[in-house]
T-cell receptor, first 112, second 112 residues
Framework: EDQVTQSPEALRLQEGESSSLNCSYTVSGLRGLFWYRQDPGKGPEFLFTLYSAGEEKEKERLKATLTKKESFLHITAPKPEDSATYLC?????????????FGQGTILTVHP | DAEITQSPRHKITETGRQVTLACHQTWNHNNMFWYRQDLGHGLRLIHYSYGVQDTNKGEVSDGYSVSRSNTEDLPLTLESAASSQTSVYFCASVREVGETQYFGPGTRLLVL
């Protein structure tokens, strides 16, 4: 059974204080790992897809990396507008219907 | 712009009533999904569809049904609402399995 564990559950940062969010996963063959951002009262918003170990992707202050067992979302010099819940999900190559298995998310709060 | 919409955004109903939540996407995606999001459980798959007339059960499908009469819509029906179905419901769609799933804004359902 696919499993995704995100840590920490909550993270408080000062503006400009860089940090990382962790997503550990167990899957029977990884088809893709997805990062989403979710603001209160809204649906998940796509950030990145990573397909193979060693892959990295960047967008503004965010950088996602992938190993065979985990993914990191690095946040460089965060701003208050980066405050949100960050969700990680995996898709197994063993599933034929595109099911995503989600972690429970990391709630990020950036204080000015 | 293409988009995915859900209605209603908020719904209060009573135990035992039938409730239908609407999902409409204008991307012409064949694959559509329904998830529920609860504290402590993250996002869990309820039902999914690969195309018109195709419907399949996800991991938490008991008490729910879907129908797919066209490409754009996948309504979710709660046959007899229960308090355990109080949740936030998200619809998602994707062009091809393995690609990014895009989520709607969600429906917050309260069953009294």
């Amino acid at each position: 059974e696919d499993q995704v564990t995100q840590s920490p559950e909550a993270l408080r940062l000062q503006e400009g204080e860089s940090s990382s969010l962790n997503c550990s996963y167990t899957v029977s063959g990884l088809r893709g790992l997805f990062w989403y951002r979710q603001d209160p009262g809204k649906g998940p918003e796509f950030l990145f897809t990573l397909y193979s170990a060693g892959e990295e992707k960047e967008k503004e202050r965010l950088k996602a990396t992938l190993t065979k067992k985990e993914s990191f979302l690095h946040i460089t010099a965060p701003k208050p507008e980066d405050s949100a819940t960050y969700l990680c999900a995996v898709q197994s190559s063993g599933t034929s219907y595109g099911k995503l298995t989600f972690g429970q998310g990391t709630i990020l709060t950036v204080h000015p | 712009d293409a988009e995915i919409t859900q209605s209603p955004r908020h719904k209060i109903t009573e135990t035992g009533r039938q409730v239908t939540l609407a999902c409409h996407q204008t991307w012409n995606h064949n694959n559509m999904f329904w998830y529920r999001q609860d504290l402590g459980h993250g996002l869990r798959l309820i039902h999914y569809s690969y195309g018109v007339q195709d419907t399949n059960k996800g991991e938490v499908s008991d008490g729910y049904s879907v129908s797919r009469s066209n490409t754009e819509d996948l309504p979710l029906t709660l046959e007899s609402a229960a308090s355990s179905q109080t949740s936030v419901y998200f619809c998602a769609s994707v062009r091809e399995v393995g690609e990014t799933q895009y989520f709607g804004p969600g429906t917050r359902l309260l069953v009294l």
